[in-house]
């Protein structure tokens, strides 16, 4: 029987520090196990690329908004508050009506432009974004624990499935490529030939679940983007 189960998020960021020894069973299998338990939770050490992104506030970090292809730091702050021990973690820049609509505007004139890119440079583009993603994926799975509440386990399945998604963009060429359709089905359209041409609607609006932070906005992305 078990002696302590835990689950990786509980014990790696309870309220203060000490070091526990447990037996656990798992597929019949009993192992020791050494857990290091944080004193209260906290962001973890950001990394050098990211310095643009975050600057200090109330002895904290605040994040800044992408916003037209620059990062933008606003007064209107939320704070970031840990589901594991109701601590602090940041807080983030929160954007207004007018800097919404803005944006809008923004994308729309700037979208016809972008169409004009070739669906297989767009790929690439992904393809790249999945490969800074892996680069990052220790930071990108504690901050996933550390918001969201996730076990370990399901964050770290979340970020890989993410960056899966990112590589297998390619595949979605094959659905949205030009097809044409032989114009037999009626009289007097013989020797002819309809093309089916996929346009561009239009900006995207993707609302992130707090269940899935990280897939659900990426796997979006990735179909509008192509």
Same mark, same amino acid.
């Given at each position: 029987?078990?002696?302590?189960?835990?689950?990786?998020?509980?014990?790696?960021?309870?309220?203060?520090?000490?070091?526990?020894?447990?037996?656990?069973?798992?597929?019949?299998?009993?192992?020791?196990?050494?857990?290091?338990?944080?004193?209260?939770?906290?962001?973890?050490?950001?990394?050098?690329?990211?310095?643009?992104?975050?600057?200090?506030?109330?002895?904290?970090?605040?994040?800044?908004?992408?916003?037209?292809?620059?990062?933008?730091?606003?007064? #209107?702050?939320?704070?970031?508050?840990?589901?594991?021990? /109701?601590?602090?973690?940041?807080?983030?820049?929160?954007?207004?009506?007018?800097? @919404?609509?803005?944006?809008?505007?923004?994308?729309?004139?700037?979208?016809?432009? +972008?169409?004009?890119?070739?669906?297989?440079?767009?790929? /690439?583009?992904?393809?790249?974004?999945?490969?800074?993603?892996?680069?990052?994926?220790?930071?990108?799975?504690?901050?996933?624990?550390?918001?969201?509440?996730?076990?370990?386990?399901?964050?770290?399945?979340?970020?890989?499935?993410?960056?899966?998604?990112?590589?297998?963009?390619?595949? #979605?060429?094959?659905?949205?490529?030009?097809?044409?359709?032989?114009?037999?089905?009626?009289? !007097?359209? /013989?020797?002819?030939? !309809?093309?089916?041409?996929? /346009?561009?609607?239009?900006?995207?609006?993707?609302?992130?679940?707090?269940?899935?932070? @990280? +897939?659900?906005?990426?796997?979006?992305?990735?179909?509008?983007?192509?």
């Amino acid at each position: 029987s078990y002696i302590g189960v835990f689950e990786e998020t509980a014990t790696k960021y309870l309220l203060k520090y000490f070091s526990i020894i447990f037996l656990n069973k798992i597929n019949s299998i009993n192992y020791l196990m050494e857990v290091e338990i944080k004193e209260k939770t906290e962001l973890p050490k950001i990394p050098e690329e990211f310095r643009d992104v975050f600057v200090n506030f109330r002895n904290n970090y605040k994040a800044k908004l992408f916003l037209k292809g620059k990062w933008i730091e606003n007064e #209107d702050v939320m704070e970031i508050i840990s589901p594991i021990d /109701e601590n602090s973690l940041c807080y983030a820049s929160v954007i207004s009506i007018e800097q @919404l609509n803005e944006s809008i505007e923004f994308l729309n004139s700037t979208q016809k432009e +972008f169409r004009k890119i070739p669906a297989n440079k767009r790929v /690439e583009m992904l393809e790249n974004a999945s490969k800074i993603m892996e680069h990052f994926k220790d930071f990108i799975i504690e901050i996933l624990v550390l918001e969201g509440g996730k076990p370990y386990k399901e964050a770290e399945g979340e970020v890989n499935a993410s960056i899966e998604r990112l590589k297998l963009a390619y595949q #979605d060429l094959g659905r949205i490529i030009d097809k044409a359709i032989a114009g037999e089905q009626a009289k !007097g359209s /013989e020797k002819k030939f !309809g093309i089916i041409v996929r /346009e561009p609607l239009g900006v995207v609006a993707v609302i992130t679940p707090f269940n899935y932070p @990280l +897939f659900t906005p990426i796997a979006k992305i990735v179909a509008s983007f192509v």
